[in-house]
């Protein structure tokens, strides 16, 4: 079977970097922004080739803690993953200091077969400090977390984030394809508690689909969306959107944000999930029908109208959330979990 390719996905043009706050409050699906971060001083070096982009983010490094870096052997072909029977990974850990992986990776560009090195999601500000100053985005959002992705050629199985992410290419050149949450059926999504980096990623290799194994990956690739980011370049990846990023060449730099446009103090959304899993999958099915209604009530049809019949006084959790009544509501569950409720 012939997969179909996947669209474009969408781009968009922001001749001022000040219109990109009101840019991101607006969209709710994935964009391209090319140039985005195209004044920026590292990409600026990483133009004038690796070894500039290296000595430039050497200035950064305080080695004052190494960072981890992940390194696969080279007949993975880059493919960060399980091994064969989903026991363990195809890949290992290192603590390193950073200027020994940088030196690495330029040994390294010209070897046809080189190992996998990747040094994933590392917080600018711990181990670059001063670097996200030189190098500014405005986003608008609330206290968003910065990092820093390093590496070689490498393939990062689709997986999702919880929160809303700006991925910046400053060297190198990065594949992204992006599927819609509504996807996770045909995406074939391995376990979700024993996962490479924390996240559960979907068990399709994208080099090589085995259709045979994984024959609604078709149905994905309909809903498929994907670009290639040259130096400046950056992608929008909405909350929940699965995305396979694939770094093409031999030396390659992503920075990129994260946000979720709630409060901090509210929990993780896998919580709930895992607790339904605990709860909810393996009831008999008409016990399941009676909770979807009460979750589809009281969490996703959720109103001003659910507690409107009571008095403010006596609303409780149905009540408006603020971060003491979350922490009782917190402390309401740790006691019913270590009591074992099942009511």
């Known amino acids: 079977m012939t997969l179909p390719p996947p669209r474009p996905i969408d781009e968009v043009q922001l001749a001022d970097p000040a219109a990109l706050p009101a840019a991101l409050r607006s969209w ?18 990483a133009r004038r080739g690796d070894t500039a982009a290296v000595d430039y983010l050497k200035r950064f490094d305080h080695g004052g803690m190494p960072v981890t870096a992940t390194t696969a052997a080279p007949g993975t072909q880059g493919r960060v993953f399980y091994n064969d029977d989903l026991t363990g990974f ?33 917080t600018l500000d711990t181990y670059l400090p001063g670097l996200r100053e030189e190098n500014p985005l405005v ?25 809303d992410n700006l991925a910046c ?22 376990p979700l508690d024993f996962t490479p980096a924390g996240q559960a990623i979907s068990l399709v290799d994208f080099a090589a689909p085995d259709l045979q194994r994984f024959p609604r990956f078709a149905l994905a690739m309909q809903e498929a969306q994907s670009a290639v980011l040259e130096p400046g370049d950056a992608v929008f990846i909405p909350s929940l959107w699965w995305h396979h990023m694939e770094g093409l060449e031999a ?6 944000y994260w946000w979720r446009p709630v409060e901090a103090w509210r929990d993780a959304p896998m ?62 569950l740790r006691t019913r979990l270590l009591r074992g409720s099942n009511g």
């Open 251 to 256: 030396f390659n730099l992503l920075v990129n």
């Open 90 to 122: 195809n890949f290992r850990r290192e603590q390193v200091p950073l200027r020994v992986v940088l030196d690495t990776l330029l040994k390294y560009r010209s070897e046809p077969d080189a190992p996998t090195i990747y040094v994933a999601s590392t």
């Open 139 to 163: 986003l608008g959002q609330a206290d968003p977390l910065a990092s820093i992705w390093i590496g070689n050629r490498s393939r990062i199985a689709a997986h999702y984030d919880a929160p």
């Open 28 to 45: 709710t699906t994935p964009k391209v922004v090319r140039g985005l971060a195209a004044a920026w001083p590292l990409v600026q070096a």
């Open 169 to 190: 290419v400053a060297a190198g050149r990065r594949r992204v394809m992006l599927f819609p949450p509504g996807q996770v059926g045909n995406l074939y999504v391995g």
């Open 271 to 332: 919580n709930a999930l895992m607790l339904a899993l605990l709860a909810i999958r393996d009831l008999p099915v008409e016990q399941r029908a009676a909770w979807q209604a009460m979750f589809q009530h009281y969490v996703f049809d959720a109103d001003d109208q659910v507690a409107a019949h009571l008095p403010e006084h006596a609303r409780g959790v149905l009540g408006e959330l603020d971060e003491a009544a979350a922490a009782r509501l917190r402390e309401v």
